[in-house]
């Protein structure tokens, strides 16, 4: 059977979600998945929810780590694949584009929704440095925002 490789975008999770949070990548470079298989947990302003290799294959490249907020649409990782009712994306760069060197990362990852409800009190996430984060992977969540609202009104 002839393969190629395919880019699979982050999903699109309706006309108000524009844009999704990587929370955990389940599978690394040149694993084997099938479809169906979970291989990442993503997060919306809304919810979590994984996401599922859409075919069978191998993954050759992945191109967004954990962390990362990204728009729908964005090639998340490119697979090797045999399942032709996947050639509408076909990827046209042929090999996986070299990764950027690591930029800093600032020390507090916000969730979408907990940047939303620090906006929505007036105050800019990027300016705070004192909440604590207890989300999934370290990152602010709303339970969080909450919590430090809470504490700044007392």
Not at 36 to 61: M, N, Y
Not at 74 to 101: C, R, W
Request: net charge negative; with cysteine; aromatic share 4%.
């Amino acid at each position: 059977m002839e393969t190629f490789l395919i880019d699979v975008p982050m999903p699109s999770m309706g006309a108000t979600v524009n844009e999704l949070t990587v929370v955990n990548i389940k599978i690394q470079s040149g694993a084997t998945v099938s479809k169906g298989q979970k291989i990442a947990e993503l997060e919306s302003d809304k919810s979590i929810f994984e996401f599922e290799s859409p075919c069978d294959g191998t993954v050759r490249a992945i191109l967004i780590e954990p962390g990362e907020v990204r728009p729908s649409g964005t090639v998340f990782l490119q697979i090797e694949t045999g399942d032709v009712s996947l050639q509408h994306l076909k990827s046209t760069g042929g090999a996986a584009p070299a990764k950027a060197a690591p930029q800093a990362k600032a020390a507090v990852i916000w969730t979408p929704r907990a940047t939303k409800m620090a906006q929505e009190a007036g105050l800019d996430p990027a300016t705070i440095t004192d909440i604590v984060a207890t989300g999934p992977g370290g990152r602010v969540s709303g339970d969080d925002v909450t919590l430090y609202l809470e504490k700044r009104l007392k």
